[in-house]
């Protein structure tokens, strides 16, 4: 018996890292889940393997910053499931640029897609999930929606605004029922941070500097969405921090040891 | 199967409210489970009916401001079932009505002795245990009242913020032992904390939550938490856990 059966949930940019993760627990845990990417191979690929393990998938093509695909996509989703219980806002991109380097172009693209995308799933969601009586929306932000990093100011802005309309949407969604939560993980090992631009060694090799010293697995967002999902009843508008204690502090003991 | 098979707990005031939830639910996830409290009796009772569920559980004293009450606890926990994985300390008090204004010194430092230095004796006395465990998951209870200030309860919010801060330095302290250590933050949950004059009320005298989810949490929606953390947050240190039905982050400005 799966935490999540008869559900059915979407999941942005789930053709690979965090969005794949999320998928296959669900899956494994009982749900229908609909994958919508821009990788429209690759996503169709994951949905595939879902199926031949025994559970219930299908696949759209998304792209998060276009209104009318994530009409398609919830349309898609209920016709063929039924309804619609879940989303994950998980799609999202990252640019290195400092801001004396960037472009407004570059600023807006990762604006569009990490910001807006979330903004237009969580109103294309609202329709089935009132018609069901309820949902649960979780927004992916970041750890760089609670602190600064430099060189990524699109994508910082990006991330804090959708911890704020986490909290607004969980306060207006609350009459139906629909619960709406912020995931901030720090460096997970997924294509994102393997991506040239950001990290030129593996994801392994790089000390991030948090207390737990290795980055953290796809697989563990994932547990961590599906606790949401399944059994944080009583939780809306929260930050799950999962970042292996990068934001807690300073090790200023060992500073001064040296 | 279940999450927690093979693992040892001791929960800080297991004998009532989400302490009892905690300890019922990790005891049925195949966890012994140690319950330190103060009310020997209902504490005692808890453990015995913890045990004919088929569970494995002890009942121990423990005074979460005494350091010896403490090292007993860890070492029941130890000779009894072999180690020591995890800590929820739990335990705490609230006292109604104390305005800064009218409250007394020795008010202050009682909810502080018990909210505050118990947790850091807690922790304390946890961490020879888990080393030798190769590991380990502290849960240390905050509040929403370590988050966001409120009236006539400046010792319980003061206790909590302190809470939420101690967390994180042991997070950092601790990592290299590889003892996870994270804060939940309650709203208002239905427990006999939240009783009597303590319990929220309008005007009128009916409760009145002015939070998204407009109904009190369970404690078990609080022990499922601690049981997520516990089990599967392994790379979530120094983290804050919110279950509050949305009270912080709710400021009405449309209606």
């Not at chain 1, 959708?162 to 090992?189: C, L, W």
């Amino acid at each position: 018996m799966g935490k999540l059966d008869g559900m059915v949930a979407l999941i942005s940019g789930a053709a690979r890292g965090q969005g794949e993760a999320e998928a296959r627990l669900f899956a494994r845990e009982g749900a229908a889940v609909a994958l919508g990417d821009v990788l429209e191979d690759e996503g169709r690929r994951v949905a595939e393997s879902i199926i031949d393990t025994g559970g219930q998938a299908l696949f759209h093509k998304l792209d998060v910053s276009d209104q009318s695909n994530w009409a398609e996509m919830v349309e898609r989703t209920v016709e063929e499931f039924g309804r619609l219980d879940i989303l994950i806002n998980n799609a999202g991109i990252v640019r290195m640029k400092m801001i004396e380097d960037s472009s407004l172009q570059e600023y807006l693209e990762v604006i569009r897609i990490n910001q807006v995308g979330v903004w237009l799933g969580m109103r294309a969601a609202l329709k089935p999930m009132k018609e069901l009586g309820g949902g649960c929306i979780i927004n992916t932000s970041s750890i760089a929606g609670l602190a600064g990093y430099a060189g990524i100011s699109s994508y910082v802005a990006s991330k804090f605004a959708v911890r704020g309309m986490t909290k607004s949407a969980a306060i207006e969604f609350a009459q139906y029922n629909i619960r709406v939560n912020s995931v901030h993980p720090g460096p997970i090992d997924t294509p994102m941070i393997r991506d040239p631009q950001i990290a030129r060694r593996e994801p392994g090799e790089v000390s991030y500097g948090g207390p737990i010293p290795r980055v953290g697995e796809a697989d563990e967002v994932a547990k961590m969405m599906l606790f949401i999902a399944a059994d944080a009843t009583y939780s809306t508008g929260s930050e799950f921090v999962i970042d292996g204690g990068l934001t807690a502090g300073s090790n200023i003991a060992s500073r001064m040891d040296q | 199967m279940g999450k927690l098979d093979g693992k040892v707990a001791l929960i800080s005031g297991g004998a009532r409210g989400q302490g009892e939830a905690e300890a019922r639910l990790f005891a049925r996830e195949g966890c012994a489970v140690v319950l330190g409290d103060v009310l020997d009796d209902d504490g005692r009772m808890v453990a015995e009916s913890i045990i004919d569920a088929g569970g494995q559980a002890g009942f121990v004293h423990l005074d979460v401001t005494s350091e010896a009450n403490w090292s007993d606890a860890v070492h029941q926990a130890v000779s009894q079932f072999g180690g020591l994985n995890i800590l929820i300390n739990n335990a705490g008090i609230l006292q109604p009505g104390g305005l800064i204004e009218r409250s007394s010194l020795d008010d202050y430092r009682r909810i502080i002795e018990v909210n505050q230095i118990g947790v850091w004796l807690g922790i304390r006395a946890a961490i020879p245990p888990m080393k030798e465990s190769g590991g380990g998951a502290i849960i240390n209870t905050s509040s929403t009242a370590g988050l966001e200030g409120y009236t006539g309860a400046g010792a319980y919010v003061s206790s909590k913020f302190a809470v939420r801060g101690l967390t994180k330095v042991a997070a950092l302290e601790l990592a290299r032992y590889n003892i996870r250590v994270n804060s939940v933050h309650p709203g208002p949950i239905d427990t006999p904390m939240l009783s009597g004059e303590t319990r929220p009320r309008n005007e009128q005298g009916d409760i009145n939550l002015a939070a998204p989810i407009a109904r009190f949490g369970r404690a078990d929606e609080v022990a499922k938490m601690m049981l997520f953390i516990a089990a599967d947050a392994t790379y979530s240190t120094g983290s804050e856990f919110v279950i509050d039905g949305g009270l912080t982050s709710a400021y009405y400005v449309s209606s």
